[in-house]
């Protein structure tokens, strides 16, 4: 019963210095001058003194970019160049026929996968090339 009424020293009683009081300085020959470490994302006033890696609005996300790129993927993948039929023709084609066995999802051979695929990785690619060149020409990143 001693041992439990004996006073523990531990970091309460340490000489450690306080975070606080700590003042870190950088010296190198590249510096002129000695720097105080801080903290990168703490910069003063931003995103409303919250702290942040990216800009706020980081996607700069436009409706413009997905109206366009909608279209204009749904153009070329509407022309009938496949055994006479369009990607989006055969894609849409066959959603209703598996649509037509609705309980049972469609088999690994089934040509709906390769639609799928093919139709969403023409949209992605689109949308992506899309937001970077419109972006990029309303932030004048293609001038010279």
């Known amino acids: 019963m001693a041992a439990a009424t004996s006073t523990v020293v531990?970091?309460?009683?340490?000489?450690?210095?306080?975070?606080?009081?700590m003042q870190s300085t950088l010296n190198s020959a590249f510096l002129k001058s000695p720097t105080s470490a801080?903290?990168?994302?703490?910069?003063?006033?931003?995103?409303?003194?919250?702290?942040?890696?990216?800009?706020r609005?980081?996607?700069?996300?436009?409706?413009?970019?997905?109206?366009f790129g909608l279209i204009g993927?749904?153009?070329?993948?509407?022309?009938?160049?496949?055994?006479?039929?369009?990607?989006?023709?055969?894609?849409?084609?066959?959603?209703?026929?598996e649509l037509a066995h609705f309980p049972t999802p469609p088999?690994?051979?089934?040509p709906f996968?390769?639609?799928l695929i093919t139709w969403h990785l023409g949209l992605f690619i689109c949308l992506t090339f899309g937001q970077i060149g419109f972006k990029g020409r309303t932030e004048d990143y293609f001038e010279k």
Not at 60 to 65: E, P, S
Not at 73 to 97: C, E, H, K, Q, Y
């Open 38 to 55: 801080r903290n990168p994302l703490r910069v003063s006033q931003a995103s409303g003194g919250k702290y942040t890696c990216f800009q």
């Open 107 to 110: 088999a690994l051979t089934s």
């Open 10 to 21: 531990g970091l309460a009683t340490s000489s450690l210095p306080s975070v606080n009081r």
């Open 73 to 97: 993927w749904l153009a070329p993948s509407s022309i009938p160049a496949i055994n006479g039929d369009s990607l989006t023709g055969l894609f849409f084609g066959s959603i209703g026929t």
């Open 113 to 115: 996968w390769l639609w």
């Open 57 to 67: 609005d980081w996607l700069r996300r436009d409706l413009n970019v997905i109206g």
